[in-house]
């Protein structure tokens, strides 16, 4: 008699977008780590429950407390700590918001936020305290937000974000894509989205095959912090969303402790591009309240870029910004 070999089907992604780590116990056992030696806080999980997905928390080094994937998500006593200067909306959102699930604040872009959910809950968000609920309009009511787009010839851009705008089901996707193609001067489609890192199972066929369908170009922002967070699946995921003919780009967010190092910014660069995508943005920080422990200065990020533009051509060097609200634009410091 052959052996049988019980072969453990994957999971879909709609299961590992349900099936999250949401008890820290579980990730800190998972990690072989104990809370003793960790700067964790329960108070921290009130504000902003813990969130990982499992196909990202298997890319954490088992024993590390510093593993730079692991303080991207854990509840940090700090964040309890008031800091001057940090603030709920740091950034201004709530003023440019003209219809719930709107956002206009760059000439030519507007920004359109598909849902509040995550995979993730990163500790440093902006979003972190922004009123989801308020923001996650029904499909009749997007006609409003489509009215606006169509009202306004001069937006040729409609970013898709979030939240994580792929954690949405693809016939939500292709209905909000179908809109769109009906407004012919919007010419390009961007999506911001952390699923390809945290589930590349989101990057399916059924997927590919609607964002190969728009006649606008499509590109897809990936927000990658740390070289350690691509793996052969991501990698997977990455090759099938270009075979779809979608352009990749990375944003990074520069966290102390993390990648605030010329080595991780550098590995960084230099492992996207192979997977193809090139470095857009690297962020400062947003004072958002709770993220002090995750601050950069202004003057030690500036440094760095430097040191990065010595080391690699031009192409794989990201955007140092900053955002300061007021402001019309992305404040590129370098
Ligand atoms: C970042 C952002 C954009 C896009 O800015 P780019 O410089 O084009 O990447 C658009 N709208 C909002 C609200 C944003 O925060
Ligand atoms: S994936 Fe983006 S929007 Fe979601 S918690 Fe992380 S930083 Fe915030």
Not at 9 to 16: C, G, I, K, R, V
Not at 78 to 87: K, T
Not at 195 to 207: E, Q, S, V, Y
Request: proline letters at 8%; a neutral charge; hydrophobic letters at 40%.
């Amino acid at each position: 008699m052959p052996d049988i070999i019980a072969l453990r089907p994957e999971p879909s992604w709609q299961d590992s977008l349900t099936d999250l780590i949401t008890d820290p116990d579980e990730l800190f056992q998972l990690l072989q780590l104990k809370t003793s030696e960790l700067p964790y806080s329960t108070a921290a999980l009130q504000d902003f429950p813990l969130r990982v997905p499992r196909p990202y928390a298997a890319r954490m080094q088992t024993g590390d407390p510093r593993d730079p994937l692991l303080l991207q998500v854990l509840p940090d006593l700090h964040e309890m700590l008031a800091y001057p200067g940090y603030s709920k909306d740091p950034v201004g959102e709530r003023h440019s918001n003209p219809l719930p699930g709107l956002l206009h604040k760059y000439q030519g872009r507007a920004l359109l936020v598909l849902t509040g959910n995550c995979a993730i809950h990163c500790r440093y968000c902006f979003r972190r305290h922004f009123p989801y609920a308020d923001n996650r309009p029904a499909r009749h009511e997007w006609q409003q937000s489509l009215d606006y787009l169509a009202g306004d010839r001069d937006i040729h851009e409609v970013i898709l974000s979030g939240g994580d705008p792929l954690a949405i089901p693809d016939r939500h996707l292709a209905w909000m894509l179908e809109q769109l193609a009906a407004l012919p001067q919007i010419r390009r489609i961007r999506i911001h989205t952390r699923l390809p890192i945290m589930i590349p199972a989101r990057i399916n066929t059924t997927l590919c095959a609607l964002l190969q369908k728009p006649k606008a170009r499509v590109s897809l922002v990936l927000h990658c912090n740390h070289a350690r967070e691509l793996d052969a699946d991501v990698a997977a995921a990455c090759a099938r969303l270009q075979s779809a003919g979608v352009t990749l780009l990375n944003q990074s967010v520069l966290l102390k402790g993390i990648n605030d190092n010329l080595a991780a910014l550098r590995t960084l660069s230099e492992e996207l591009f192979s997977l193809g995508v090139l470095p857009y943005y690297l962020h400062l920080l947003d004072k958002v309240q709770g993220s002090a422990h995750f601050d950069v200065s202004e003057t030690t990020a500036l440094a760095l870029l430097a040191q990065l533009r010595a080391c690699l051509p031009g192409y794989l060097v990201p955007r140092l910004a900053r955002e300061i609200a007021g402001e019309p634009g992305k404040t590129v410091l370098a």
